[in-house]
């Protein structure tokens, strides 16, 4: 039997790998891990898991076929989870950096219950953000 405890990383398609990062990095606050320049990737350090930028014109991304866009997702939405989980600080400061604001509320997750906040990247994919 096997047990999973979390997750590991999670790859996203992108048509401006260059915005994602920025926005990951620059917004949400991970650091870049690792860069494989040749395949087109960048890791991105999340607690602990990552998450991987693929260029779609790159080595790998081009293996996916066509991508992300309104008529045809990569992924609908991933959620992380926040230290210290302060819904109108997280909203303050999502504002702050231009990004626009889904829905918030009590779900159900992981962790149980908790209060969370969606929003999209600048690729269109949905992220949620959770106590």
């Known amino acids: 039997m096997i047990e999973i405890t979390g997750i590991d ?17 620059g917004v949400l606050g991970l650091v870049v891990e690792k860069v494989q ?9 999340a607690g602990t898991s990552l998450i991987d930028i693929v260029a779609v014109d790159g080595l790998l991304g081009r293996m996916g076929g066509a991508g992300p866009g309104a008529e045809g997702r990569n992924l609908d939405h ?8 302060d819904l109108e600080k997280v909203k303050a400061h999502l504002v702050a950096h231009g990004v626009a604001l889904g829905a918030e509320g009590l779900r159900y997750g992981a962790g149980g219950e908790g209060l969370s906040i969606y929003l999209t990247d600048p690729e269109g994919n949905g992220l949620e953000l959770r106590g």
């Open 37 to 45: 320049e040749r395949i087109g990737l960048t890791q991105l350090r």
């Open 9 to 25: 990383h999670l790859v996203l398609r992108a048509r401006d790998p260059d915005a994602l990062i920025t926005f990951y990095t």
């Open 78 to 85: 991933f959620c992380l989870t926040i230290r210290g989980f």
